[in-house]
Every structure is written in structure tokens, then in C-alpha cells.
């Protein structure tokens, strides 16, 4: 099976910058697409980024032009550079992966979050 575990998550003040970084470990799988969702408490899960096969990108609204998805696909890393942050990004910050193998077939896989919080 497949593990992706996500780290830089952290407290960081308002106008500040934090980097996630989430890496995808196991044997025989590739990647379609992967992605960055996160969910503030009392609030549902909502994809913020993603980055498919062909290294198209997408981003909700409210962080376009302060986040930046990107991939490393020969280490199987994913990462989301976060500039300019605002307490309103303040989650827990998930790491998805659309993946393949020949053994298992295709899913959904999820990182355990990790937390980031932006002060005033």
C-alpha cells in the first residue's frame, strides 16, 4: 500500500510564509493527480490545490496568487508554498493523492494533516 505523510505545518504570524510538504512512499503505484485540502474547524474539508499528471494546476479562489502547488515527481513529493497568509488559512492541511498501482487498482489516498495557524 501507499503512506503519504505531509510536515511544515506550524504557527506563523499574518503576512508570513510556511512550506507543506507531503511525499508518497510504497512500491508500485503512480501518481494521476495529487492535491492539498484542509479544513478549519467547524467547517467542511475544501480543496485549496492540485496538480494532475500533465502538471496542470488549479487553486480555489482565495489563495490564488499566494500559494503555489508543485511536484517532484522522481521523489515522490508534493508541496505548497504559502505566502502571505492570513488567519483564514488557518486548517489542517491534507495531502491527497489520486493513485494507480497494477496490484490494487486506482484510489483515493490521505495524509494524517498537519496543522497550520496564522496569528493576527
Known amino acids: 500500500q501507499v503512506q503519504l505523510v505531509e510536515s511544515g505545518g506550524g504557527l506563523v504570524q499574518a503576512g508570513g510564509s510556511l512550506r507543506l510538504s507531503c511525499v508518497a512512499s510504497?512500491?508500485?503505484?503512480?501518481?494521476?493527480?495529487m492535491d492539498w485540502y484542509r479544513q478549519a474547524p467547524g467547517k467542511l474539508r475544501e480543496l485549496v490545490a492540485g496538480?494532475?499528471?500533465?502538471?496542470?494546476?488549479y487553486y480555489t479562489d482565495s489563495v490564488k496568487g499566494r500559494f503555489t502547488i508543485s511536484r517532484d515527481n522522481a521523489k515522490n513529493m508534493l508541496y505548497l508554498q504559502m505566502d502571505s497568509l492570513k488567519p483564514e488559512d488557518t486548517a489542517v492541511y491534507y495531502c491527497?493523492?489520486?493513485?494507480?498501482?497494477?496490484?490494487w487498482g486506482r484510489g483515493d489516498h490521505w495524509g494524517q494533516g498537519t496543522q497550520v495557524t496564522v496569528s493576527s
Open positions: 491527497h493523492g489520486d493513485l494507480s498501482s497494477t496490484l
Open positions: 510504497g512500491n508500485h503505484f503512480s501518481i494521476n493527480r
Open positions: 496538480i494532475s499528471s500533465d502538471d496542470s494546476t
